[in-house]
């Protein structure tokens, strides 16, 4: 068998030729026989034992659990022409199961109305039989499974809510549909409180993500068993950095990943339409990547293509019948799931690259519906010192990112420590298009999450990556960051005071003059001699990396076109000493530059700080 990926989410399988499996994203090669033929053969309740019978299960069910294998047969059958192949490259293979993505595909056909019409009459069916035993779990868990797949999310969730099977079989179907109206938060408890009902190996099954995890990453969550503290302390943190937005009520992409466990029990219970030679591979496919939403189909003549590479029966299709690829397509965009085991270890230690939306290797993809776009967020941010807390101010400036234009915005800022995660931060619901933002989390290495989202509009602007506090070796006086500020007539004594004006972004012009704040922490209360030295110095291309026009932060001068060096005395009666000063930059050409901050304290020793910024106008 082989299944393939293709557009979003499109996987492209070889079938054999028995009960078709759906929702499990892929491309399938199937043998077919007359459509006629096939449905006689299934009016006939003689001829054929449906894969999913249950003599134990009410007459009525049994009757629906044959309708069920009938609607998939015909909507195999009925499938629209798909509008892509399979490309010559896979991203990635799984067996014979090949996979790739590719965002700029064309959409999905749309559903011909005989399959609406035919799922319809199987879901009265369901209704029917679940109302009617609504502690068989087959009809109540299919009965949630097709009405979540006909889009009729808040009717899946009533269905749940009809569930009287035992155990914790009926919390999962609510979780699904919750997760799936994007109500993450009770989502999470449904799935929280079923997990807590499971034997020990269930559970640590439904909460494994051995899948999802690179190779390095899956070698260490290896060495914890199930059921040790330590691997629910390694799957717990994982979640919390996996999250798209970390100011969403609960964890979706948890949830997610559960979602994906429930549509998996489904599937085991009554195929769709697909299926292989291979289900655990496919069954991983749809772990990784989710299930698909609609399908496709294309046929081809065996007497020019061969079904042997594709996985095939080994004795072949007689010549001059006809092969159909089933294309399968899942949400899109879809983005990097679970982030790479380096970042989940020290995530304070993270840049912006490494949260890349299609960092490699892709393990798995997760599409939110809250995010059909997701961009680079314009901000500033800076990191104070307030005794054993840690004060972070992020400017933001949402007007350049077009997909938020017109909506009613969120602004968040979400700081987590590095070794505990907790979120602290500032959320601010119909935000404006520009505005600063400021929380507080305890002092020490933190991943800070700035987040700018139109929920109406699906769109997301975002930045993240590590803060870390001011470093320095045998020094006794060490720097706050910088913080750019736009000059309002007086020098800002606090944080608090240049805070309203920060400039959201680092791109700026050179006709305005750019004020710059900062705090020295441990200076002489009694008040002591620092020398201050700002400076601006071209950040400069060589060999194909940015690097600074100096070496070991000692800056070329004699080539900086902006230096200011002013003689002060630190604050009395407190070991912080908060300073601003003023740069006139207007001789600065477009490009790129560093601004330097040195400070030599009582003519013994230069601490340093530093802040890119661009240049992108005169």
């Not at 399908?295 to 996985?311: D, I, K, P």
């Not at 939110?368 to 961009?375: D, E, F, I, W």
């Not at 298009?433 to 999450?449: K, N």
Request: hydrophobic share 40%.
């Amino acid at each position: 068998m082989g299944r393939f990926f293709f557009r979003p989410g499109e996987y492209h399988v070889a079938m054999p030729n028995r009960a078709a499996r759906p929702l499990v994203l892929m491309l399938v090669l199937v043998a077919s026989a007359p459509a006629a033929a096939r449905a006689q053969v299934l009016r006939d309740p003689d001829a054929v034992a449906s894969p999913s019978s249950d003599p134990s299960s009410p007459v009525g069910v049994r009757t629906v659990r044959r309708a069920q294998s009938e609607f998939e047969l015909l909507h195999l059958d009925s499938l629209p022409r798909a509008r892509s192949g399979r490309p010559a490259q896979c991203d990635e293979q799984v067996g014979n199961v090949c996979y790739w993505y590719d965002e700029k595909g064309p959409p999905p056909p749309p559903e011909p109305l005989s399959i609406k019409r035919a799922r319809d009459a199987l879901i009265s069916m369901l209704d029917s039989a679940a109302i009617r035993a609504p502690s068989d779990r087959w009809a109540v868990e299919q009965r949630v499974r097709y009405l979540a797949d006909a889009g009729r999310l808040d009717s899946a969730l009533a269905a749940a809510k009809e569930c009287r099977v035992g155990g914790w079989w009926c919390d999962i179907l609510g979780g699904f549909a919750l997760h799936l109206l994007g109500r993450y938060d009770a989502a999470d408890s449904a799935y929280s409180h079923a997990l807590a009902q499971m034997l020990p190996k269930d559970r640590c099954d439904w909460r494994s993500i051995d899948m999802l995890i690179d190779d390095d990453t899956r070698q260490q969550y290896r060495r914890f068993p199930c059921g040790n503290p330590e691997r629910d302390a390694f799957e717990n943190r994982a979640w919390f950095f996996a999250r798209t937005l970390y100011s969403l009520d609960g964890n979706d992409s948890r949830t997610e990943h559960y979602a994906r466990k429930t549509m998996e029990m489904m599937l085991r219970d009554a195929p769709g339409v697909t299926v292989t030679d291979s289900q655990e591979d496919d069954l991983e496919m749809m772990l990784r990547f989710g299930w698909p939403r609609a399908w496709g189909v294309s046929t081809t003549s065996s007497s020019t293509r061969s079904g042997f590479s594709m996985g095939m029966p080994r004795r072949g299709p007689e010549r001059g019948q006809v092969l159909r690829d089933v294309t399968s397509y899942e949400p899109v965009p879809a983005y990097r799931y679970v982030p790479p085991g380096f970042v989940l270890n020290n995530p304070a230690l993270s840049d912006s690259s490494n949260w890349r939306l299609q960092l490699p290797p892709v393990i798995g993809r997760y599409a939110p519906a809250y995010a059909v776009s997701l961009t680079p967020l314009e901000h500033q941010k800076a990191m104070f010192k307030r005794g054993d807390t840690a004060l972070v101010v992020m400017a933001y400036d949402a007007r350049v990112t077009k997909q938020l234009a017109g909506g009613k915005l969120t602004a968040a800022l979400v700081v987590a420590p590095n070794e505990k995660p907790a979120d602290y931060g500032k959320i601010v619901h119909s935000a404006p298009e520009t505005g600063v933002l400021i929380a507080r989390a305890p002092w020490g290495p933190l991943l800070m999450s700035a987040e700018v989202y139109a929920p109406e509009k699906r769109a997301v602007a975002r930045a993240r990556y590590g803060v870390n506090p001011p470093f320095a070796v045998g020094t006794r006086v060490t720097l706050s960051d910088l913080l750019f500020y736009k000059p309002y007539g007086t020098f800002p004594g606090s944080v608090e005071q240049a805070a309203p004006h920060a400039v959201p972004t680092e791109r700026l012009r050179a006709d305005e003059k750019l004020g710059v704040y900062w705090e020295s922490y441990g200076t002489d209360p009694n008040g002591e001699k620092m020398k201050v030295s700002l400076t601006v110095v071209r950040e400069v291309e060589e060999s194909g990396f940015l690097k600074r026009q100096a070496k070991a932060l000692k800056l070329v001068h004699e080539a900086t076109p902006v230096i200011v060096s002013v003689e002060d005395l630190s604050a009395r009666g407190s070991g912080t000493s908060p300073r601003a000063l003023e740069l006139d930059i207007h001789t600065l050409t477009k490009g790129s530059y560093i601004v330097q901050l040195e400070i030599e304290v009582a003519g013994q020793y230069v601490v340093r700080a530093e802040h890119r910024i661009e240049i992108i106008a005169p």
